[in-house]
């Protein structure tokens, strides 16, 4: 870039300077959009095995049947009249392969 020493072209070496400073702001302001637009690229989403595992718990709560209202009625008549049994080794073992199940 020449310099004018006798300041006659004064005015067009302003316009000058300040075209070359826009284009480096400009120049700049680009980089910096596509650095940005380059880190939108790498951006990522993972789901872990938890949110998988409640998704799936989910599913399994929504397709479960709906409670028979006629046949806890009817439980609930036997318990009270003395006509249902418990059997402690078949409600052990339910107890127990509930359990295991859970894990």
């Avoid at 989910?58 to 479960?64: E, G, L, W, Y």
């Amino acid at each position: 870039m020449a310099i004018n020493i006798n300041n006659l072209n004064a005015n067009n070496q302003v316009k000058q300077n300040l075209e070359q400073q826009s284009k480096v702001k400009s120049d700049g302001a680009q980089a910096a959009n596509a650095e940005q637009a380059k880190l939108a690229r790498q951006d990522s989403v993972s789901i872990t095995p938890q949110a998988k595992q409640l998704t799936e718990l989910q599913k399994k709560a929504a397709d479960a049947p709906v409670m028979d209202q006629k046949k806890i009625e009817k439980l609930k008549m036997a318990i009270s009249s003395g006509e249902y049994k418990v059997n402690p080794e078949k409600l052990a073992a339910s107890i127990s392969n509930f359990e295991f199940n859970l894990l």
